[in-house]
């Protein structure tokens, strides 16, 4: 009886130190586990407020002549006589083409080969509204192929509003549109919406 005495004192002595070893541990739990509610700044960036694009078309013709003197015994071909001029006028579609033309003269033994050579360029100048957020460090200017994603054409600094390039009007067979990203100081960004199509 003794014994039975003895067991269930010991497992009651083990009881209560399990309990009263597990107590405060839950109590400190419970205490590392009360933070205050966490908080997420928000804002946003103006795009800039207005874009516009003016687009046109310029061919250049170039007429170059050739003319060659052929030795009727060797057959060794010296060049005699060569010139060239080109003039540029706007157009309405992307025109390029190369047109030879040979014929004989004007001496003997001589052929005169012209040339004409028409090359089309893509002129764009674009302009923006500057963003009226603050901090503005610059804008990026994107292309668009076919009106999806945008790929980034050249960044101009906050005070500058506008820029100007002209391309080989190949470019056209893109269908492509143009936007404008304002740039923060801070990191934040807003795009534009697309502009039409350029076009001639």
Same mark, same amino acid.
């Given at each position: ?14 009881? $209560? ?26 804002? =946003? ?16 013709? =170039? ?10 015994? =060797? ?46 360029? $893509? ?58 990203? =304002? ?18």
């Amino acid at each position: 009886m003794t014994g039975i005495r003895r067991v269930l004192i010991l497992i009651g002595l083990t009881l $209560l130190v399990t309990v009263g070893a597990a107590i405060p541990a839950s109590a400190t739990f419970t205490e590392s586990a009360t933070v205050p509610p966490a908080s997420i700044a928000t804002g =946003t960036v103006a795009a800039p407020g207005w874009v516009s694009v003016d687009d046109y078309c310029i061919t250049r013709t =170039t007429t170059t002549k050739r003319t060659v003197y052929t030795d009727p015994v =060797t057959g060794v071909q010296t060049q005699t006589a060569y010139s060239s001029t080109w003039s540029e006028a706007r157009n309405t579609y992307n025109e390029q083409s190369s047109v030879p033309t040979t014929v004989a003269g004007p001496g003997a033994y001589e052929t005169t080969t012209t040339t004409v050579t028409k090359a089309t360029d $893509l002129v764009v100048n674009l302009s923006w509204g500057a963003s009226g957020s603050r901090g503005v460090s610059g804008y990026v200017v994107s292309a668009h192929p076919y009106g999806g994603a945008g790929t980034a054409m050249a960044q101009t600094p906050a005070t500058q509003t506008w820029m100007g390039a002209r391309v080989t009007a190949y470019y056209l067979d893109y269908a492509a549109t143009l936007s404008v990203t =304002t740039l923060t100081s801070y990191g934040w960004t807003k795009q534009s919406a697309q502009t039409a199509r350029l076009s001639c």
